[in-house]
C-alpha cells in the first residue's frame, strides 16, 4: 500500500495535484530520477527497477517497478513525499499524450492510499477544494496537535490524534475518529452525503454527521452531537453531553451523566440512560424510553396526541406499584428506583396502551 508522509504543516500535495493538470515540462535527469516541473513545485521519481523514456513531453515505456520514494518539492523544502509505490506495468503502461503528469496522477488516484501526518500541527486537505479526488478512499492518520483534516470523495478512514483537531468529513462513507483533545467533526457541506461513523474519543468534542444514516459516539467528555438529514444513531456516552437528532428517524442514547437531548423532526427513540436527562422531542411521534434506575429525568415538549413513553424491563409488581402525582400542571412518575417529570400533562392524560406503555 502506498503511503504518503507530510514533512510540513501545508496543503500545498492537493495545490500541486490540482497545478499538474495545467502545463507540465518533464525533463529526464538521470537513470534513477524524474522531475514533473510545473514552476511553483516539482515532482521528483527516484528509486530503481523503473524504466521509462522521455520524448519531449510525453512519458512512454514504464515497465513496472517501484519507485521507492516520490517527493512533492517546493523551493528547497520536501512538501510531501510517496514511499513505498509499487507500479503494475500492465495497469501503468505509459502515456501518449501531452497530458502526461495528469494520466499519471490520475493513476494514482486509482490506488488505496495511507497518509500520515508527522508535524505537530498537520494540515491535510484531500476534499474539494484541494481539486483532486481519491475514489477509493484514503487512510488518514494525523500526528498530535492541532490538526485540520479534510476527507476525500472515497470511503475515508480518518485518525485524528490526540489534540484539539478540526475534521472536514467529506462524500463518501466514512469512519472518523477524534481520539483525544476537544475535536470538531462537521460536513463539507450540509448536503453531503455518506453513511458516516464518527467517534469523538476523549475531550470536549462537536461532531455532526450531514446527510446519510450516520453513527456518532461522543465518548468521555461534554460532547455536542448533529445528526444531521436522515436516520442517525447519537451515543452520548459519558459526560454531560448535548444531542441534536436534527431530520430524519433517529435513536438518540444520553447514555451517563446530565445530557440535554433534542430529537428534531422525523419519528424518534430517545433513550434517557443515566442522570439527571432534559429531553425535547420535537416534531412528530416520538418515542421515549426509561428504565430502572434512570433520570430523575424530564420530557419537555410531551404531545399527548402522538407521543409515547416506554418503560422497558419492569415487572408487572414495579407497574402495578408506579405513582402518577400531579404537580402544578405537571405530572410527576416514580417508578422502580427513577423519577420522570412531564411538562405540561396531567397524571389524567396519560393512558396506560396508548401514550404510555411497557415492553
Not at 103 to 108: E, G, I, T
Not at 232 to 240: E, P, Q, S, V
Not at 320 to 341: C, K, P, Q, S
Amino acid at each position: 500500500m502506498p503511503t504518503i508522509s507530510y514533512l510540513k504543516s501545508t496543503d500545498a500535495l492537493a495545490s500541486a495535484f490540482l497545478a499538474l493538470f495545467g502545463s507540465a515540462t518533464v525533463s529526464k535527469m538521470t537513470d534513477t530520477n524524474l522531475v514533473l516541473d510545473t514552476s511553483a513545485l516539482k515532482f521528483i521519481f527516484s528509486g530503481t527497477g523503473l524504466a521509462y523514456d522521455v520524448q519531449g513531453d510525453v512519458l512512454t515505456g514504464f515497465s513496472g517497478g517501484e519507485i521507492n520514494g516520490l517527493n512533492v518539492v517546493s523551493g528547497d523544502n520536501v512538501v510531501a513525499r510517496f514511499i513505498g509505490l509499487e507500479v503494475d506495468a500492465s495497469a501503468f503502461p505509459g502515456f501518449d499524450d501531452p497530458a502526461a503528469p495528469a494520466q499519471l496522477l490520475n493513476y494514482l488516484a486509482t490506488l488505496d492510499w495511507t497518509i500520515n501526518g508527522t508535524q505537530a500541527t498537520d494540515t491535510l486537505n484531500f476534499g474539494p477544494s484541494s481539486g483532486y479526488s481519491f475514489p477509493l478512499g484514503l487512510t488518514i492518520n494525523a500526528s498530535g496537535g492541532g490538526d485540520v483534516i479534510v476527507g476525500a470523495a472515497g470511503n475515508d478512514e480518518i485518525h485524528a490524534g490526540s489534540g484539539n483537531d478540526k475534521i472536514y468529513d467529506s462524500a463518501g462513507d466514512d469512519k472518523v475518529y477524534g481520539d483525544a483533545g476537544n475535536d470538531t467533526v462537521f460536513e463539507v457541506t450540509s448536503i453531503v452525503s455518506g453513511n458516516d461513523s464518527i467517534y469523538g474519543g476523549a475531550g470536549k468534542d462537536s461532531l455532526a454527521g450531514g446527510a446519510g444514516d450516520d453513527l456518532i459516539s461522543g465518548d468521555t467528555g461534554a460532547d455536542k452531537l448533529w445528526g444531521g438529514a436522515d436516520n442517525d444513531m447519537l451515543y452520548g456516552g459519558a459526560g454531560g453531553d448535548k444531542l441534536y437528532g436534527d431530520d430524519g428517524a433517529d435513536s438518540l442514547y444520553g447514555d451517563a451523566a446530565n445530557d440535554q437531548i433534542f430529537g428534531g423532526g422525523g419519528a424518534d427513540w430517545i433513550y434517557a440512560g443515566k442522570g439527571r436527562d432534559v429531553l425535547f422531542g420535537g416534531a412528530d411521534a416520538d418515542h421515549f424510553q426509561f428504565q430502572k434506575e434512570d433520570g430523575p429525568d424530564t420530557i419537555s415538549d410531551f404531545d399527548i396526541a402522538e407521543d409515547v413513553i416506554v418503560f422497558k424491563n419492569l415487572s408487572a409488581a414495579d407497574i402495578a406499584d408506579m405513582e402518577f402525582r400531579d404537580d402544578d400542571g405537571n405530572t410527576v412518575i416514580i417508578y422502580e428506583d427513577g423519577r420522570l417529570t412531564v411538562m405540561g400533562v396531567v397524571s389524567t392524560d396519560l393512558v396506560w396502551d396508548e401514550n404510555l406503555i411497557s415492553i
